[in-house]
């Protein structure tokens, strides 16, 4: 994978290869996806078919992390990479009613995805939203480019939902985090979830899924996960299931599932 660069370089849409921000946007309900796409998402359905549940339920920790962030950390800026296609309650959505003077930049490489992003990820006239046609595994292209909406000098959340999965290597997805983290102030965070290796349903799902989709999906156990977070302050509960971390209900604890996620503030 690649950072795009120019017309030439970008990716092209194929609608007949499976995409994954395409098949997740099947699972969550969404509309902007081709017959292949839903073609994967049903095979994983009938094999796992609480999955379109649990995307929901992952999507909503999103909204919990983001809200607590722009809120109770008073965060202002959000670096969202992995942005995937709009839905429902998007990251300068949910920050900017918290505080509409909110920036966030968006970052993704998926050609399907960049065309609804310009379309839909508008916020708020006091506050600003951005999107850059860029890859995970080049930071620093990344940083560059959020620096024209980002103050890189003032805290930053780094938003990391559900894309590290396609990093295979813990190595890797650990220098990515460590790149763009050292490049924000104290008083930063990082905020991510990703599918644990905790069932054998998944397991299996993510083996269909990796049959046909692109790109690859890589499971991690918690520990794993938990592991991406060294060097970084764990806000309470630490790295738990999504439907654990700050619920808003006050309903007896919600079941987990296998989707685990953290936030952790840079010192």
Request: net charge negative; hydrophobic share 40%; with cysteine.
């Amino acid at each position: 994978m690649t950072v795009t660069d120019g017309e030439q370089n970008r990716p092209t849409l194929d609608t007949g290869v499976p995409q994954t921000a395409r098949i997740w946007n099947y699972l969550l309900g969404g509309k902007d996806n081709f017959a292949v796409d839903r073609e994967v998402g049903d095979q994983i359905i009938s094999n796992l078919p609480q999955l379109a549940e649990n995307a929901r339920l992952s999507r909503a920790y999103l909204t919990r992390a983001v809200r607590y962030l722009a809120g109770e950390a008073g965060i202002r800026q959000f670096l969202d990479i992995g942005t995937g296609l709009p839905t429902a309650d998007n990251t300068h959505e949910v920050a900017q009613s918290v505080n509409p003077q909110a920036r966030i930049v968006y970052v993704d490489n998926d050609p399907l995805v960049l065309t609804h992003a310009r379309a839909l990820l508008v916020g708020t006239s006091e506050g600003a939203t951005d999107y850059i046609d860029a890859d995970l595994r080049d930071p620093q292209s990344i940083l560059r480019e959020a620096a024209r909406t980002l103050d890189l000098s003032q805290p930053v959340a780094l938003i990391l939902m559900g894309i590290l999965g396609h990093v295979e290597s813990d190595d890797e997805a650990k220098s990515i985090i460590n790149s763009i983290m050292a490049a924000l102030p104290s008083g930063s965070y990082l905020a991510m979830y990703d599918g644990s290796d905790t069932s054998e349903a998944v397991t299996e799902a993510v083996r269909i899924w990796n049959i046909s989709a692109n790109p690859k999906y890589h499971l991690r156990s918690p520990e794993r996960i938990a592991a991406l977070f060294d060097g970084l302050e764990l806000v309470e509960p630490g790295v738990v299931s999504v439907t654990r971390w700050r619920p808003d209900s006050t309903d007896p604890e919600p079941a987990a599932i296998d989707q685990y996620c953290a936030v952790g503030r840079k010192p």
